[in-house]
């Protein structure tokens, strides 16, 4: 792409690009170019999810340069006992686009750049509130509106709480599920004669729990408050000496403060997607941030889910632990009485997920097969359907829960369709939606969209010079992938000839669907 910008000199290479890749997988240069792009897709049933797809374009080597600044605190990276390796930072990874073909990748620069970014995103949900009243979506990323520094140790310290339970409680997992109350606290602590200790009584006075008496180790609602102090919350007493430890390192004073930036940056952008009644969705990316993108956008539904699923979160089926963590989001979102929002994809990253935990030498989270994700997709779907139709049974709100099937496989649009009939959940229940790339797989979309369902295109759009390094990406993806949907080739080559023998070359149809 770079060549032929230079040969053709930089207009006529936009012109070029229009008419071809970026006209493809592109829907516009800003608000006003997709304008009729958004038009058609709705003639045809079809809503948008809005992706502002500018990347900047800097080197392998500028990229390692920001990342690893911007992942370490100025207090330096702590070798402490306890430490998580995964959830630091590696030069060799540190440029996240490695085998990444289909996600955008920011790279923190400072926090005007994060600032600009959130304007970008209320822009974004602006043109989608007029473009779709009421039924259209945002797609942002978190490591837009921070740095990631921030991201990896909140990771670090949830991870680090899990481990804290299962030596206190025994099991594995989230720390909810296990069921802990404080007298299994109190009990353990009893039998490791610290109980008595001053640290150990004061935290076990402050020591939450919910209405069924589960502990939460830590008061997460707070999170979003604008003046949390993340490295005061998270101690707990050492089990063997009763000693108060940090869960995470010390932060300095500009770094609490860069995190105050990120979450206010998050409340703004999903206060305005309520008042716009425009729905965010928050993009799953590599595992050393997900527990913390996870948690605020759990949090965030928390807060803003109370009547309607205004935030949605996004689950990797390719992890081993997917299927858990829906599960105890589902939970959650049960007892604490607000709206499940979720995105079910396979997963972007898996090529880098590998390299970098044997590179690193921590366990694989992906899935060994690819039959295994297609299972934990499906399970987890099914999990998802299954809670559904128990609202509707009980006669409560099914939009409860809130699920994108976010797939370019027929098998699993297939499935995700058939298990809805079976369960008697249908599309005016509008608790299902589907989603594809806009220029893939348009034979799944607009059938869906034409029949009644609720249909979603991911919505690329921005100046051509800015989306080229994703498209650029983009190019390399499509060369393995177009290989495997010979289907949708074969579909457009025999629509071409109808079109010839029917003297019909400039044929442009027209639909009268409503989105549902
Ligand atoms: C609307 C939309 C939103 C998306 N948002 C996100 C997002 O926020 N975060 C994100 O990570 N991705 C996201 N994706 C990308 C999505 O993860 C990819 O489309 C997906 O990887 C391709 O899966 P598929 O179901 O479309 O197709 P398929 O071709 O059926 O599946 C390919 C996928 O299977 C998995 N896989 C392949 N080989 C193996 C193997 N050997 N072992 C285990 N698993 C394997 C990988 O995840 C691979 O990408 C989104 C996609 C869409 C359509």
Redesign the pocket.
């Known amino acids: 792409m770079k060549f032929s910008k230079q040969l053709f000199g930089e207009r006529l290479f936009a012109r070029i690009m229009k008419a071809t890749f970026y006209g493809h997988f592109v829907a516009g240069e800003d608000e006003v170019q997709i304008t009729p792009v958004l038009d058609r897709l709705r003639q045809f049933g079809v809503k948008p ?1 809005l992706d502002y797809s500018v990347e900047e374009d800097i080197s392998q080597e500028e990229a390692e340069r920001r990342e690893i600044q911007a992942s370490v605190s100025e207090a330096g990276d702590e070798k402490r006992e306890g430490v998580l390796k995964k959830y630091h930072v590696a030069k060799t990874f540190a440029d996240r686009r490695y085998k990444v073909s ?2 955008r990748t920011y790279f923190y620069l400072n926090e005007a750049s994060c600032e600009r970014n959130m304007d970008i995103f209320i822009r974004c949900l602006e043109s989608v509130a007029v473009a779709s009243t009421g039924v259209g979506f945002t ?1 942002i990323k978190l490591t837009a509106l921070g740095r990631p520094q921030l991201l990896l140790q909140l990771s670090e310290v949830i991870m680090r709480a899990r481990q804290y339970m299962s030596d206190v409680v025994g099991g594995e997992g989230a720390v909810l599920t296990h069921h802990a109350k404080p007298d299994d606290f109190r009990k353990k602590f009893e039998e490791a004669h610290i109980k008595d200790e001053a640290p150990v009584q004061k935290f076990l006075q402050k020591l939450q729990s919910d209405k069924e008496g589960v502990i939460h180790l830590f008061p997460w609602s707070g999170i979003l408050d604008e003046n949390y102090e993340l490295s005061e919350t998270f101690q707990v007493p050492d089990i063997k000496t009763g000693k108060m430890v940090r869960l995470m390192t010390q932060l300095t004073s500009k770094e609490e403060e860069m995190f105050r930036n990120m979450i206010r940056r998050l409340n703004n952008i999903v206060t305005v997607a309520d008042k716009l009644n425009v729905r965010i969705m928050i ?3 590599q595992t050393y941030f997900q527990p913390a993108i996870s948690r605020l956008t759990l949090e965030m539904m928390r807060k803003y889910n109370t009547h309607k699923a205004v935030v949605f979160n ?1 689950y ?1 089926t ?1 992890l081993q632990e997917a299927f858990n963590e829906v599960k105890t989001d589902l939970e959650q979102a049960e007892r604490q009485n607000f709206y499940f929002g979720a ?1 079910l ?6 090529e880098q997920e590998r390299a970098r935990a044997a590179a690193m030498g921590y366990p694989d989270p ?5 039959e ?3 299972e934990s ?1 499906h399970r987890t779907l099914m999990e998802c359907l299954r809670r559904v139709k128990q609202y509707k049974d009980k006669r409560e709100d099914p939009k409860k829960i809130g699920i ?1 099937v ?4 027929e098998d ?1 649009v297939r499935f995700a369709i058939e298990k809805m009939e079976e369960l008697g959940i249908s599309p005016e229940d509008k608790v299902i939606c589907f ?3 806009f220029g893939m797989c348009d034979y799944i979309t607009f059938p869906l969209g034409q029949s009644g369902y609720s249909a ?1 295109k ?1 919505i690329p759009y921005g100046p051509v010079k800015e989306v080229l390094p994703y498209l650029s990406r983009r190019a390399q993806e499509n060369r393995g992938i177009l290989k ?1 949907i010979k289907k949708e080739k074969r579909l457009l080559s025999n629509e071409i000839l109808r079109r010839f023998a029917k003297g019909q070359i400039f044929y442009n149809p027209k639909g009268n669907y409503t989105p549902v």
């Not at 994809?345 to 898996?350: K, L």
């Open positions: 999810i289909s996600a797609a993009d799953a990316e996004t990797q390719y995105k994809v396979r997963g972007a990253y898996i992906t899935n060994p097969t690819y295994a994700t297609t997709y994108m976010a797939s370019h496989n699993t989603g594809q790339l979603y991911y495997k």
